[in-house]
C-alpha cells in the first residue's frame, strides 16, 4: 500500500514543479497555472476499445459522409474523431441516384445518395493514403450474399481494423430488393458467408453488421447475426425509407422518390434500437442516428454504445463538430464526476432496468 | 407559412424562369425571380446554387449576377442534364438550393484584376458589378478560343460606359479575332507589370492588389503562380462534382488537404490552391474515381 501511496506523493509533487515552471515560464497570472493544473487533475479517461481495438475517444464518422477520399477521412481525424469509416465499398464502381440526394431541415435529414462507389480498386488507394492516423472501418456492401464473400476477402486484404457490413440501406430497394437486415435468416447469412471467407487471414479482422431500424424486432435480427459470428454492430442505418414532396412542383424532392430519415428526430430510435441490441448480444456496438452533442454521444453510450457513429452532424456543426462533441462530453464527465467513460456504456441496464 | 429554422432548411426553392437570353447558340444566361425569397438576402459574388431541373438532375452553378430580387445563371449546353434544361421555357419552374459556398473578398477601392477563361466571364462579370458599386478599379481580362465565344463583352462594355475610368476591358483570343492574340494569362501578366490596363490614362501610384481568376483550372493555375510570383492576393474559382453542396458527401473533397470544395470553396485562396496535390492535375467522376486530366 506504500508503494502506491508514494507514487501519487510525487506525481502531485511533478504537477505541481510543471505547474510552477510554466506559470513563471508564461508569465501570466496565478490563474493560468491554476487552470493548467486543475485541468491535468480533471483528465477524464475518453479511451475505448471496441473489438480489441483502440479508440482515443468513442467518436466515429459513420460510414457514407466525407468517406469518399482518404484526404477527406484524414481531415476528419485532425478534427477529433475517434476513428473513420469509410463510404461503404462495392467490388466494382457502383453508380448512385441522380441529385437531388440529400437535403436537411431543422429536425430531420433526408438522402437517397444510392450507394455510389469506385469499387475495390480505389478503394485500395484510398487504403494507401490513409496512413492510419486512426482506427479505419471499411464499411463493404454487394447484392448478393456470394459477392458479400468476395468484397470482404478483397477488403481484407487491405487491412482495415474492422469490417462493417451494411446490409442495411433503405434507398437502394428498387435495385436489390428488401435489405438483408431486414430478415434474421439474410442477415445471418451474410454475416456467416463474410466471416468464412476471411477466417484464413492471419490478421483476425473484427466483423460488426450495420443493422436495420425499420423491421418489428432489432433484437431478434441482432441474435441471429451473433449466433452467426458476428463480433459487434452498429446501429442505426437511417430510418425509413421515407418521402419528402416539394409542394409546388407536387413531385418528390429527392431523385429516387424515397430516401433515409437521419438528423437530431431519429435519435430516440437509435438509442432504443442499441439498447435492444445491447441487451440481447452483449456485443459492442457502434451507437449512430441523431447524434449531434456531446449529451447525445454520452446518451447513446448509457444505451450500450462503446462507440459513437456520427454523420449528419457534419450538416449542423461542420466538421469541426467532432471536436466540440469530444469537449462536450468531457465537460459533461466533470461535471458528473466520471472519470473513465467506459464506466457508462450501458449503464441503463446495470442498474436494473 | 414557414417553420423553424431556416438556417438549417436546405430544401430546394421552387422559382421560375423569368428570362431567358441567347448568349450565343449553346450558351444561354437564365434569369429567375426570387423575390418571393428575397428574405434570405442576396448572394455574394463568386457564390454558387444547386439547379434542380425536375426529374433530370441537379448541377451546380456560378451566379452571375444577383440584385437581391433576381439572379441569373449562364449556362452552357455541355451534359444531359443542360440539354433537360434548355428544352425549358420562361415560366417555367426550377428547384433552387443555396447559395453555397464561398465568395470572392476585396477591399472598397481596391485595384482588382479579374481574369476570365470562357465560361468565367460570367461570375466575373458579378464580381466586377459589386466591385465598382464600392468604387474598386477592375481590370476586366476575358480569354475564349475565339470573337464569337467572348462571353459578357456588351454587358462589360456598358459598365465601362457606366464607371468610366473605373473598368478597363481586355480580350484575349487564340485565333486573335479579338483583343490580343493568345492566352489571357499574358496579359495578366502585362497588368501585373503595369504595362497595360487603367494605367494607360497615367494612374499614378497604385498596383493590382488582388486578382481573381475563374475558368480553366490550368489557367487559374498559371493565374495564381503569377500572383504568388508578384506578391500579390489571390483567389480562384474550384470546380469539382457535387452532390450535397453543404459539405456532407465528400464527393467535392480534394487531395491532399480534403477541403470540402462546395464548403471551403468554391473561390479560394489561390496560393493555397497551389498546395492542393490534385489541382490542376486530376479531379475525381461522380463515383469518385480519379480522372486525370
Known amino acids: 500500500m506504500l508503494a502506491p501511496r508514494l507514487i501519487c506523493k510525487f506525481s502531485i509533487f511533478w504537477v505541481l514543479s510543471k505547474g510552477v515552471i510554466l506559470a513563471v515560464f508564461c508569465k501570466k497570472s496565478n490563474c493560468c497555472f491554476l487552470r493548467i493544473l486543475l485541468e491535468f487533475l480533471r483528465m477524464v479517461k475518453m479511451k475505448v476499445k471496441f473489438c480489441g481495438v483502440e479508440f482515443k475517444n468513442p467518436t466515429v464518422l459513420a460510414s457514407g459522409v466525407l468517406g469518399v477520399t482518404a484526404a477527406s477521412l484524414k481531415r476528419v481525424v485532425e478534427n477529433g474523431a475517434g476513428g473513420v469509416t469509410t463510404k461503404s465499398i462495392w467490388l466494382k464502381p457502383h453508380e448512385g441516384h441522380k441529385n437531388p440526394t440529400m437535403f436537411g431541415t431543422e429536425h430531420y435529414f433526408m438522402n437517397a445518395v444510392g450507394l455510389s462507389d469506385a469499387g475495390i480498386e480505389k478503394a485500395k488507394d484510398l487504403f494507401a493514403e490513409y496512413g492510419r492516423p486512426a482506427p479505419l472501418i471499411a464499411s463493404i456492401v454487394a447484392g448478393k450474399n456470394y459477392e458479400f464473400a468476395k468484397v470482404a476477402t478483397e477488403v481484407a486484404k487491405m487491412r482495415p481494423d474492422i469490417i462493417e457490413i451494411n446490409i442495411s440501406c433503405p434507398n437502394v430497394e428498387d435495385e436489390f430488393g428488401t435489405p438483408f437486415a431486414c430478415s434474421a435468416v439474410s442477415a445471418a447469412a451474410v454475416v456467416k458467408s463474410v466471416k468464412d471467407a476471411i477466417k484464413d487471414e492471419k490478421f483476425k479482422i473484427p466483423v460488426i453488421v450495420k443493422l436495420s431500424p425499420n423491421v418489428p424486432s432489432i433484437a431478434s435480427i441482432a441474435s441471429a447475426c451473433a449466433e452467426a459470428g458476428a463480433d459487434g454492430f452498429c446501429a442505426i442505418n437511417t430510418i425509413g425509407p421515407g418521402m419528402a414532396i416539394d409542394l409546388k412542383l407536387r413531385r418528390p424532392i429527392l431523385t429516387n422518390r424515397v430516401g433515409g430519415v437521419s438528423g437530431p428526430g431519429i435519435k430516440p430510435v437509435a438509442v432504443k434500437c442499441v439498447n435492444d441490441i445491447w441487451r440481447i448480444t452483449r456485443l459492442p456496438v457502434i451507437g449512430t442516428g441523431g447524434v449531434m452533442t456531446g449529451e447525445d454521444a454520452i446518451e447513446m453510450m448509457m444505451a450500450g454504445a462503446t462507440l459513437v457513429g456520427i454523420g449528419t452532424m457534419v450538416y449542423y456543426r461542420g466538421v469541426e463538430g467532432f471536436s466540440a462533441i469530444v469537449d462536450e462530453m468531457k465537460a459533461w464527465c466533470e461535471k458528473n464526476g466520471v472519470k473513465d467513460l467506459n464506466e457508462i456504456i450501458g449503464c441503463v441496464n446495470k442498474s436494473g432496468t | ?293
Open chain 2, 1 to 293: 407559412m414557414q417553420s423553424g429554422n431556416l438556417k438549417f432548411d436546405s430544401r430546394p426553392k421552387i422559382l421560375p424562369i423569368k428570362k431567358i437570353v441567347k448568349e450565343t447558340e449553346n450558351i444561354w444566361t437564365f434569369i429567375f425571380d426570387y423575390s418571393e425569397f428575397s428574405h434570405f438576402g442576396a448572394s455574394k459574388p463568386g457564390q454558387f446554387v444547386m439547379l434542380w431541373i425536375p426529374g433530370v438532375d441537379e448541377k451546380p452553378f456560378s451566379i452571375a449576377y444577383d440584385d437581391g430580387n433576381e439572379f441569373w445563371l449562364t449556362i452552357a449546353k455541355v451534359g444531359p442534364a443542360t440539354v433537360e434544361l434548355f428544352k425549358l421555357k420562361t415560366g417555367d419552374l426550377i428547384g433552387v438550393r443555396g447559395p453555397f459556398g464561398t465568395h470572392y473578398e476585396f477591399v472598397a477601392g481596391e485595384h482588382l484584376a479579374l481574369l476570365a477563361g470562357g465560361y468565367g466571364a460570367a461570375p466575373m462579370y458579378n464580381v466586377a458589378c459589386a466591385a465598382l458599386a464600392v468604387g474598386c478599379k477592375v481590370e476586366f481580362i476575358v480569354g475564349a478560343r475565339n470573337k464569337d465565344l467572348l462571353l459578357y463583352e456588351g454587358r462589360v462594355k456598358e459598365l465601362a460606359k457606366k464607371y468610366k475610368g473605373k473598368i478597363k476591358y481586355h480580350a484575349a483570343t487564340d485565333d486573335g479575332s479579338a483583343g490580343y492574340k493568345g492566352y489571357n494569362t499574358d496579359v495578366l501578366a502585362q497588368v501585373l507589370k503595369k504595362k497595360a490596363g487603367l494605367w494607360d490614362g497615367n494612374v499614378r501610384g497604385d498596383k493590382i492588389d488582388r486578382v481573381f481568376a475563374c475558368g480553366p483550372e490550368i489557367m487559374m493555375k498559371k493565374a495564381a503562380e503569377m500572383a504568388v510570383k508578384a506578391k500579390t492576393k489571390c483567389q480562384i474559382s474550384l470546380e469539382r462534382y457535387m452532390k450535397c453542396g453543404f459539405g456532407v458527401c465528400g464527393q467535392c473533397c480534394m487531395d491532399d488537404s480534403g477541403i470540402c470544395v462546395c464548403k471551403d470553396g468554391s473561390v479560394y485562396d489561390g496560393a493555397a490552391a497551389l498546395k492542393l496535390r490534385e489541382f490542376g492535375r486530376y479531379h475525381r467522376d461522380g463515383v469518385g474515381r480519379m480522372v486525370v486530366r
